[in-house]
């Protein structure tokens, strides 16, 4: 898939600044023009990752298992907070989850370390069909 048909015309935006960034990558190394060629969704059906059917959004889920910047992916998405779609595996009530910790103080390094060592995470409730634009504020 195109970095195009996820941020259709949008950047990235601006990091978090509250996120301890201890333990994972840098803001240069999470420059999406850096990876992102590199990734598995490039040549899959997009509807894999943008679609609302749990039967596309596990087929995208399972390909992100075997991607090479999956880690860089998910970082991305919990740094810059992208709330939608998925990104390094993870489905957007995941990451929320994820951006819970994130705002208790665990470090990025440890939630990705905990995240990806996880590769079953996903559970029926985060398959539903909602899931994928649901576009809830970020948790205090
Ligand atoms: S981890 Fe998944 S969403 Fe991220 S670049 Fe790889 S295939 Fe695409």
Redo the contacts with the bound molecule.
């Keep these: 898939?195109s970095q195009d048909a996820k941020h259709p015309g949008e950047p990235w935006g601006h990091p978090r600044p509250w996120v301890d960034r201890t333990g994972g990558p840098t803001l240069e190394q999470l420059d999406m023009g850096r990876?992102?060629d590199?990734?598995?969704?490039?040549t899959?059906p997009a509807d894999w990752?943008l679609s609302d059917e749990p039967a596309d959004t596990i087929r995208?889920i399972e390909?992100?298992q075997d991607?090479?910047?999956?880690r860089l992916?998910?970082a991305s998405a919990l740094v810059f907070g992208d709330q939608w779609t998925?990104?390094?595996?993870t489905t957007p009530p995941q990451r929320r989850a994820l951006t819970r910790r994130l705002r208790r103080g665990d470090t990025l390094g440890t939630v990705l370390a905990d995240t990806l060592n996880d590769t079953n995470a996903h559970t029926d409730e985060t398959l539903r069909p909602s899931h994928a634009r649901t576009d809830v504020g970020e948790v205090a």
Excluded: F, N, T
């Design positions: 898939m990876w992102h590199d990734g598995l969704c490039r899959g990752w995208g390909v992100c991607c090479p910047v999956r992916c998910l998925i990104y390094g595996g």
